[in-house]
């Protein structure tokens, strides 16, 4: 069974950074795509950042030049690097791997909160 398990979110002010991981059973070239979500309550769940397994990086509109999706390979890990937060960035964040047209996984997810 695959596995994705994060950590690293918190409580930071507006314009503050925070580093997001995600620890994977699977390794990182067994996905065809990894990345990140964000659910806010009340709210769809929406992308944030993906990265294939060639290393193909993609952005929502609403992160783009603040954060950062990257990978190590040896160790299976996913994070994504967070700079410049909002008020709007807080959120419950997943990390989620594809392998396959039937083979979507998700972590438990990680709560990022953001003070003004």
């Known amino acids: 069974q695959v596995q994705l398990v994060e950590s690293g979110g918190g409580l930071v002010q507006a314009g503050g950074s925070l580093r997001l991981s995600c620890s994977a059973s699977?390794?990182?070239?067994?996905?065809?795509?990894m990345g990140w979500y964000r659910q806010a309550p009340g709210k769809e769940r929406e992308l944030v950042a993906t990265?294939?397994?060639?290393?193909?990086?993609n952005y929502a509109d609403s992160v783009k030049g603040r954060f950062t999706i990257a990978r190590d390979i040896a160790k299976k890990m996913v994070y994504l690097e967070m700079n410049s937060l909002k008020p709007e960035d807080a959120a419950v964040y997943y990390c989620?791997?594809?392998?396959?047209?039937?083979?979507?996984?998700w972590g438990q997810g990680t709560q990022v909160t953001v003070t003004v």
């Open positions: 989620n791997g594809e392998i396959g047209p039937r083979g979507n996984y």
């Open positions: 699977e390794r990182i070239f067994s996905f065809n795509v």
């Open positions: 990265i294939s397994r060639f290393g193909t990086t």
